[in-house]
């Protein structure tokens, strides 16, 4: 195992430990103040965490229903996890992607063979995934159809990242309005199949980016009809179909991959947040087809799918997809989803109730936020997903005993 800090680093932490908690906060709050301030943070510092629950810094334990926004899969302090760390950190952490590398190459191939895709591209978030995904879409659309062939079309309530392009396919007009003009040739659209059939055009549109179940949009999950005749519709008029399961993904709808409850297969897949456990790492899943017109230069990424990251992410994709945690979360998310209903009728604090797996929104009577403060004086994270929708995202290893205590606080929260 890989000595991570050294003696000496040791024994200063030690020194500075001892020094008064007032010169500490002192320490933190300068630290603080030199962050950019575009994050409105809680008002204490989180420091450990073990199992389903954080602890900050004065040692009061918070359960979290956040999973770092789905990132957190395994929740905190996890062995396997950590053991894996270690053993990544004992071998390459980086050389750059003008060298193979064996981690990357194997985990791409467990993506595949898990999936529709045939070849995967790593990047460092799911944003950068998005827009990755937007230029194969486009470059396969220029040799289909010319320059003409560019256009992206979204849908409401998306949320697909805040980088250029991703921003423009992103339904927040809140995050948009400071940023324009935004990218060109993307808009966004009804989740109609009448109104996208109007819009969608052979001759300009490259492709369509849906979430299967939109996160920040108030986790609503499409219907599989309305998938089904977005998928004819495409493959009819020639256009690629790109999900977006970047907080869907990856066991947290009970499946490895969210699109597999329709059996609608996409002819592009973005990943992300839950990936390599916490570490920054991003992937856009493939077809052949989709690929096809991809070539040397045409895109690229200095840390993507390194040999530490992608060494860790093996790990953590090999426990996401194993059979047991995803049966786990199929079943625990149907009890949670239906004490959630209980809670709507019985309190009438709850206008409507939406999700599957470990990843539901409940819609209250007024701001989120307010719900989400009390919630967290009470030891319970939550997170919102628009101005009304409180969204809970349990770690996948959360037992029907931790999350019964999340939903008593829940309650209490409302009341």
């Avoid at 320059?147 to 396919?169: E, N």
């Avoid at 530490?308 to 998310?333: I, K, Q, Y």
């Amino acid at each position: 195992m890989a000595t991570l800090v050294s003696p000496e680093i040791r024994q200063a932490s030690a020194v500075t430990s001892d020094k008064s908690s007032s010169a500490t906060a002192q320490v933190v709050a300068a630290a603080g103040d030199a962050l950019l301030p575009v994050y409105r943070r809680a008002p204490f510092e989180i420091v450990r965490g073990a199992g389903v629950e954080l602890f900050d810094a004065d040692g009061r334990a918070y359960l979290d229903f956040t999973s770092g926004i789905a990132v957190n899969a395994l929740g905190y302090g996890d062995p396997g996890l950590t053991a894996a760390l270690h053993a990544a950190a004992d071998g390459l952490i980086h050389v750059s992607n003008l060298f193979r590398t064996a981690p990357g190459e194997e985990l791409a191939a467990r993506l595949v063979e898990l999936s529709f895709a045939d070849s995967v591209f790593f990047c460092n978030s799911g944003a950068e995934a998005n827009e990755g995904a937007f230029k194969v879409a486009r470059r396969w659309g220029r040799a289909r159809g010319g320059t003409a062939k560019h256009g992206i079309v979204a849908l409401r309530g998306a949320f697909h990242g805040r980088l250029s392009a991703t921003l423009a396919a992103t339904d927040r007009p809140q995050y948009r309005l400071p940023f324009r003009p935004l990218a060109g040739g993307i808009s966004i659209h009804e989740r109609d199949i009448t109104e996208l059939s109007a819009v969608l055009d052979a001759e300009t549109t490259a492709a369509v980016i849906l979430e299967p179940v939109q996160g920040e949009g108030g986790v609503r999950v499409l219907d599989a009809g309305f998938l089904h005749e977005l998928r004819a519709l495409t493959r009819e008029r020639d256009i690629l179909l790109i999900y977006d399961e970047i907080q869907c993904g990856l066991g947290r709808t009970g499946t490895v991959f969210a699109y597999e409850h329709s059996g609608v297969e996409p002819d592009i897949l973005t990943l992300a947040k839950p990936l390599a456990g916490g570490l920054p790492m991003g992937a856009i899943l493939m077809t052949a087809e989709a690929a096809s017109t991809m070539q040397p230069g045409d895109h690229g990424s200095t840390f993507g799918g390194g040999p530490f990251v992608a060494s860790v992410a093996n790990h953590v994709v090999g426990r996401l997809s194993d059979p047991s945690l995803l049966a786990h979360v199929t079943r625990e998310g149907e009890w949670l989803g239906e004490q959630l209903m209980g809670m709507a009728e019985r309190t009438g604090k709850l206008r409507a109730v939406r999700g599957l797996g470990f990843i539901w929104g409940v819609d209250v009577h007024e701001k989120a936020g307010n719900v989400v403060g009390r919630a967290r004086d009470a030891g319970l994270l939550l997170v919102s997903a628009g101005d009304y929708t409180v969204r809970l995202l349990p770690p996948l290893v959360a037992t029907r005993a931790e999350l019964a205590r999340g939903l008593e606080l829940l309650e209490a929260a409302l009341a």
